[in-house]
């Protein structure tokens, strides 16, 4: 079941737009072939931001100014960019499914309005929460628990549906389970690149378990759809991401992990 964000709020607002992701990037230096970094995404995984602005840079440093339509397998990418009075420019970009075209003049009045924010040094707070005010990203149901731990199987955070508090109360030990699991398996075919995802059958649940950069992330699912998969890897994508030297110093402090529950709570009803 996918459910819209503020659905019941904006169902009858004609200015909320319906997308499967967002980003913001800013791209500087532009002089010199630029330099780019994201300032926000909600939706499209950092890689996917970061080879659409590889493929697009020099188009998009050359005209300064413009849009473009990027169809993939499954999705259809737009970008709008615009050049600002520090000759920066910002990148607004919009994923949307492959057969919904969408209203392009919404997309772009949009855009000129948060590029126009931008223009007037507004704060990245402010920019980006009417970014998302203004965009519904669907999130989905079907996920019973998400596991978040190191390959030696030290916690770094953890959600339960509230429904199921049994599992909270071997959340330890699921923790350890998984661990000496993946090891197990890696011992047998070897560590997996590609961070490929793993099905481990309890009847009528599954586990599905990626384990990418030493990170093992496992979903105990009850009932799987498309979009519950693409969040899965994109979880783990932004986890990784965001934490990346926070792995890297790991001394057992699981701290700065716990405002990551925010983002699992845009993606999944949990």
Do not use: C, W
């Not at 970009?93 to 209203?103: F, L, P, S, V, W």
């Not at 378990?209 to 498309?226: G, T």
């Amino acid at each position: 079941m996918l459910i819209m964000e503020n659905y019941s709020k904006h169902k009858d607002s004609p200015l909320v737009l319906q997308m499967l992701g967002i980003g913001l990037v800013k791209i500087t230096q532009i002089d010199i072939g630029g330099n780019f970094n994201v300032i926000f995404q909600k939706g499209i995984g950092v890689p996917l931001i970061q080879n659409v602005i590889e493929l697009y840079k020099k188009e998009i440093v050359n005209k300064r100014q413009g849009n473009s339509i990027i169809p993939l397998e499954d999705f259809t990418i737009f970008i709008h960019y615009f050049e600002n009075k520090d000759h920066d420019i910002l990148v607004i970009i919009y994923m949307k499914e492959k057969e919904n075209t969408g209203n392009f003049s919404k997309l772009y009045f949009l855009s000129r309005n948060i590029n126009k924010k931008f223009q007037a040094n507004e704060s990245q707070h402010n920019l980006i929460t009417e970014f998302q005010a203004a965009v519904e990203i669907p999130k989905t149901d079907g996920l019973i628990a998400i596991f978040i731990i190191s390959s030696t199987g030290s916690p770094y955070i953890s959600k339960i549906n509230k429904s199921r508090s049994t599992i909270s109360d071997h959340e330890v030990h699921i923790s350890g389970f998984i661990s000496a699991l993946l090891s197990f398996s890696n011992a047998i075919i070897g560590e997996e690149t590609g961070a490929k995802l793993k099905e481990i059958n309890f009847g009528n649940q599954q586990f599905y378990v990626i384990s990418k950069n030493n990170v093992i992330f496992a979903f105990l699912v009850e009932n799987m759809n498309n979009l519950l998969q693409r969040y899965m890897y994109l979880l783990a994508d932004e986890f990784l991401f965001q934490y990346k030297d926070v792995i890297k110093k790991f001394n057992g402090d699981i701290t700065p992990f716990n405002e990551f529950e925010e983002k699992i709570n845009q993606y999944f009803i949990i």
